[in-house]
């Protein structure tokens, strides 16, 4: 199947610092792709769909202005934790919609906690 | 709005047997996907199996297939030969078809049934 990146696999910062992840689809195109968030054993939340050259759209309850999301590129999609907190801690998991197969092929997720 | 239900949190095989897991959903919609994902520890998504709607034949893939019961509103999976490989959170999903004319490509996932495989 298509590979998505995401980079860093984890990270561990400061609170009130921004923590930047990125989503790389490595053989395909992506117009589309999706961030999550999901906590210990529990199931995959859906944060936004991220649409290349368009603002993103958040799902509800999901602060945009905390998790800015870029889409610049065909194959890269940026989250951005903004000022993070201790309660932002988690693992941020995306996936890219591959439009030829019809699939959505997932990252290997980062883990982010803050100090 | 679209929901999917998995109703045992937690399941076990004992290695080499078959075990099933459940999946219903709820919708309106007459075509879409129906999908399983494996997260093991490493938690990377995996793609198990997917169903579409329309078609009336259970998808399988090797080991594992699908009971597409589509008026039931049900999809359940069931994992034959069961290896220690399999061990791992296993997630149902929904997605409208492209073919509805929506443009949202989004996931509905269910809970998750966390699979332990004896040796």
């Known amino acids: 199947g298509a590979v998505v990146s995401q980079h860093p696999s984890w990270v561990i910062c400061k609170s009130g610092t921004s923590v930047k992840i990125e989503c790389r689809s490595l053989d395909f195109q992506a117009t589309t792709m999706f961030w999550y968030r999901q906590f210990p054993k529990q199931s995959l939340m859906l944060m936004a769909t991220s649409n290349e050259g368009s603002k993103a759209t958040y799902e509800q309850g999901v602060e945009k202005d905390k998790f800015l999301i870029n889409h610049a590129s065909l194959t890269l999609s940026t989250l951005t934790v903004t000022s993070a907190h201790p309660e932002d801690s988690s693992f941020y998991i995306c996936?890219?919609?591959?439009?030829?197969?019809?699939?959505?092929?997932f990252g290997p997720g980062t883990r982010l906690t803050v100090l | 709005a679209q929901t999917v239900t998995q109703s045992q949190p937690e399941m076990s095989v004992q290695e080499a047997e078959t075990v099933t897991l459940s999946c219903t959903y709820d919708?309106?919609?007459?075509?879409?996907?129906l999908f399983w994902y494996k997260q093991p520890p490493s938690r990377q998504m995996i793609l198990v199996i997917r169903q579409e709607a329309y078609k009336q034949q259970n998808a399988t893939e090797n080991r594992f297939s699908v009971n597409f019961q589509k008026a039931a509103k049900s999809f359940s999976l069931k994992i034959s030969d069961s290896q220690l490989g399999d061990a791992a959170m296993y997630f149902c999903a929904y997605r409208t078809s492209l073919n509805s004319g929506g443009s949202n490509y989004k996931l509905t996932f269910g809970k998750g049934t966390l699979l332990t495989v004896n040796p």
């Open positions: 996936s890219a919609w591959d439009r030829v197969a019809d699939t959505q092929y």
């Open positions: 919708t309106s919609e007459s075509d879409y996907y």
